[in-house]
T-cell receptor
Framework: SQTIHQWPATLVQPVGSPLSLECTVE??????LYWYRQAAGRGLQLLFY??????ISSEVPQNLSASRPQDRQFILSSKKLLLSDSGFYLC??????????????FGPGTRLLVL | GESVGLHLPTLSVQEGDNSIINCAYS??????FIWYKQESGKGPQFIID?????DKRQGQRVTVLLNKTVKHLSLQIAATQPGDSAVYFC???????????FGPGTRLSVLP
């Protein structure tokens, strides 16, 4: 069965510090991978998605970046965190199906607090 | 742009009663819909999905209804239990795009 991991679970970082959040998927090959941010009491905002190694698409302009160094690894990074980067970051995966009707499965999330 | 929204931000139901959570969507071209459950501090958990060529789909204690005419989606939970307390999201997608559009969520509270 497929599983998705995220770490760390919780992170407190000062403004201006770098960030690296990691997501890995097990039990599947060539998944589509996604990074979302969820602000308190709000819906999910898609930040990045990747359909393959080294292929990253950005949905919103920001000071965050994403990388996919391996098939089942997705990393969210920042060189200098802003207060507004605080939130709950969720990684998700899916397996591409014809017509795009594919379910996305989410990881446990990382809660980031920038002070 | 297109958006997905929910009629009720909060819903309180008595344990054992049926729950109905509603969702309105605005993109008439959306052809795939998912309901997720999110417990506090956790990632969303897939509950049930439905494709636009269907108007009803049933799972274990859950039923999703899709009315494409009025662009409305609902999630029905039978015999609601305390463990059903969570925030429920609907999400919709059009075609081959990667971008699901999520609503802000409805909080379901189950009263003893």
């Amino acid at each position: 069965s497929q599983t998705i991991h995220q770490w760390p679970a919780t992170l407190v970082q000062p403004v201006g510090s770098p960030l690296s959040l990691e997501c890995t998927v097990e039990g599947t090959s060539n998944p589509n991978l996604y990074w979302y941010r969820q602000a308190a009491g709000r819906g999910l905002q898609l930040l990045f998605y990747s359909v393959g190694i080294g292929q990253i698409s950005s949905e919103v302009p920001q000071n965050l970046s994403a990388s996919r160094p391996q098939d089942r690894q997705f990393i969210l990074s920042s060189k200098k965190l802003l207060l507004s980067d605080s939130g709950f970051y969720l990684c998700a995966w899916s397996v591409g199906l014809a017509g795009g009707q594919e379910t996305q499965y989410f990881g446990p999330g990382t809660r980031l607090l920038v002070l | 742009g297109e958006s997905v929204g929910l009629h009720l931000p909060t819903l309180s139901v008595q344990e054992g009663d049926n729950s109905i959570i509603n969702c309105a969507y605005s993109n008439s071209a959306s052809d795939y819909f998912i309901w997720y459950k999110q417990e506090s501090g956790k990632g969303p958990q897939f509950i049930i999905d439905i494709r636009s060529n269907m108007d009803k789909r049933q799972g274990q204690r859950v039923t999703v209804l899709l009315n494409k005419t009025v662009k409305h989606l609902s999630l029905q939970i039978a015999a609601t239990q305390p463990g059903d307390s969570a925030v429920y999201f609907c999400a919709e997608k059009e075609g081959d795009g990667q971008n699901f559009v999520f609503g802000p969520g409805t909080r379901l509270s189950v009263l003893p």
